[in-house]
């Protein structure tokens, strides 16, 4: 379900509807699964993923929060959006996202080097005294 919620939402915006009524299901798996779903989308429109995402960032859930903290970072490493990810999440109330999404973004960017944006060592400049 996951691959295919994610490639709907990487080339049919219709499946953000889906998404935005069922990112705060009652039930943690539904949630995790719809989260991932968004990753693809958050690379190409990350402005309206990202503002769906936003509603788990208290999710108190372990594996709706990895996977929420993994999709960010995922976002993050695509051309220009690492500062866009970045800012917007500054702004959430729950700064502990920031700090994982900057531990998961300095791991990513070195993971996937060669098809990141930036380099690994330009991402911990950036959070110099963040990690």
């Known amino acids: 379900m996951t691959g295919g919620l994610k490639s709907a939402g990487g080339k049919n915006p219709a499946a953000l509807t889906f998404c935005e009524k069922h990112i705060t299901s009652s039930a ?3 949630r995790r699964l719809v989260c991932h779903g968004l ?9 309206e993923s990202i503002s769906i995402l936003q509603k788990l960032e208290f999710d108190d859930n372990k594996r709706v929060w990895k ?3 993994h ?11 690492f500062i866009y990810v970045a800012k917007e ?3 959430w109330e ?6 994982a999404f ?9 993971r996937y080097e060669k098809f990141s944006w930036l380099s690994q060592t330009q991402i911990m400049d950036y959070f110099k005294g963040e990690i």
Do not use: D
């Not at 990753?39 to 402005?47: A, I, N």
């Not at 999709?71 to 959006?81: A, P, T």
């Open 28 to 30: 943690p798996e539904i």
């Open 39 to 47: 990753e693809l989308r958050g690379r190409t429109h990350p402005q």
């Open 94 to 99: 729950n700064k502990g996202v920031y700090r």
């Open 71 to 81: 999709v960010l970072g995922q976002i993050s490493y695509k051309k220009r959006l």
């Open 67 to 69: 996977i929420l903290i």
């Open 102 to 110: 900057a531990k998961e973004t300095v791991e990513v960017h070195g």
């Open 89 to 91: 999440l500054e702004s």
